[in-house]
């Protein structure tokens, strides 16, 4: 009968000493709960994670405003010009033919209306006359101008000093009007776009130093802040940060990356 009664209150014997291993101790305080959880971009800011990659200051793509053959491309790929220089040369034979036939119109009809014009001083031609031929020579000359401006076509110059990046015609080749020719960039300043926490606009302002390492080269390299983005990212809570290379490093071309080495300053 004793046996029965202790098997009895075994189970309650075992419910009473787990509850007094869970159940905290007199006094002790209470375990704390995290609030809010960084997110995972945040997270990685955080541990100075940040990529950047170099970019030319200014970039474009040079294409044709008219249709003409290239007659000639006086900078190879990779090659290096100067504000100004030339670019691309077509074949405008045809174009230069119209605009001496638009010359000859004019040289024409001002001679037609500079006769009415003497004509007229002795009554000898009508008003009607003399305005058709003044007319027709400022058409003419409308033709002109505008053979002149299709001829100034013919020519692409550098419209900044830099580099070609890519050439997507070649020489003896047919261009039509809008197709593109050349890429450029002007690499006399490399920048670097990244993304930063949006708690460090505490500190980070324009001009701040800081130092990125490059992996094609291996080596570290001083750079600026230029410029911070107009508005943080709600989500990763973080801000796009524009930097440029500070310092000139023949080594360095567009379209390398590496590590940008930023860190708060210490709090004291």
């Not at 020579?137 to 299709?150: I, M, T």
């Not at 006399?188 to 130092?211: C, I, K, M």
């Not at 080269?217 to 750079?223: M, R, S, V």
Request: charged residues 20%; hydrophobic residues 45%; positive net charge.
């Amino acid at each position: 009968m004793m046996r029965a009664g202790l098997c009895a209150a075994a189970p309650m014997v075992l419910a009473l000493a787990a509850s007094a291993q869970t159940a905290p101790a007199p006094g002790a305080k209470k375990p704390a709960v995290p609030a809010h959880s960084a997110s995972p971009v945040t997270s990685a800011l955080e541990q100075r994670d940040i990529r950047a990659q170099l970019a030319p200051r200014r970039y474009t793509t040079l294409g044709a405003e008219i249709g003409a053959k290239v007659q000639r491309l006086p900078v190879a790929e990779g090659g290096s010009f100067r504000q100004g220089q030339l670019l691309v040369q077509f074949d405008c034979s045809l174009q230069q033919a119209q605009l001496n036939k638009a010359q000859a119109g004019v040289d024409a009809t001002e001679k037609t209306w500079r006769a009415n014009q003497r004509l007229a001083e002795l009554n000898s031609v009508g008003k009607i006359e003399l305005d058709t031929s003044q007319a027709e020579w400022n058409k003419a000359r409308a033709e002109l101008a505008a053979n002149r401006s299709v001829l100034g076509k013919c020519q692409i110059s550098a419209p900044y000093a830099g580099r070609i990046a890519e050439q997507k015609i070649r020489e003896q080749q047919y261009a039509q009007a809008g197709q593109p020719l050349l890429e450029i960039i002007d690499d006399s300043v490399l920048e670097l776009e990244f993304l930063v926490p949006s708690r460090w606009l505490s500190w980070l302002q324009q001009g701040t130093a800081f130092e990125v390492r490059i992996d094609e080269t291996g080596k570290t390299y001083p750079a600026k802040v230029q410029r911070l983005a107009a508005r943080v990212d709600p989500v990763s809570q973080s801000i796009k940060v524009n930097a440029a290379i500070h310092g000139k490093f023949p080594e360095l071309i567009a379209g390398m990356s590496g590590q940008v080495l930023m860190a708060p300053p210490a709090q004291k």
